[in-house]
């Protein structure tokens, strides 16, 4: 099991960017797929997106402008986030699509004036 640990978050107005981070490890990174996850309630986590591309959630828009960046010999994604928008404001987690790892504590953003 490896160990995440996300940073970056913070409280932001509409229109502003933040770039989060998630700390993982090289073997992970080479290994699986990341992804970055916004929590909802309990188990439930809802899926931001991934670098590859291959899952993508079509609600970003309403959230902002995402990007998914990787740092493979840190072991390390990160998530641009720019235009952001209140529908953004959730605590944020990054974990592995297969397997997934002991989730984090997550970081949290507040899109307010």
């Not at 998630?22 to 916004?38: E, H, K, N, Q, V």
């Not at 309630?41 to 590859?52: I, N, P, Q, R, W």
């Not at 959230?63 to 990787?70: A, D, L, Q």
């Not at 994604?77 to 235009?83: A, P, T």
């Amino acid at each position: 099991q490896v160990k995440l640990v996300e940073s970056g978050g913070g409280v932001v107005p509409p229109g502003g960017s933040l770039r989060l981070s998630c700390t993982a490890s090289p073997d992970l990174l080479r290994t699986t797929t990341m992804a970055w996850f916004r929590h909802i309630s309990g188990d439930s986590y809802e899926l931001v997106g991934t670098k590859d591309g291959i899952f993508i959630n079509t609600q970003n828009s309403i959230k902002g402008r995402f990007t998914v960046m990787e740092s493979p010999g840190l072991g390390r994604i990160y998530l641009q986030m720019d235009g952001l928008r209140p529908a953004a404001t959730g605590r944020y987690h990054c974990n592995s699509l297969s397997p997934h790892q002991p989730w984090g504590p997550g970081t949290q953003v507040t899109v307010a004036e």
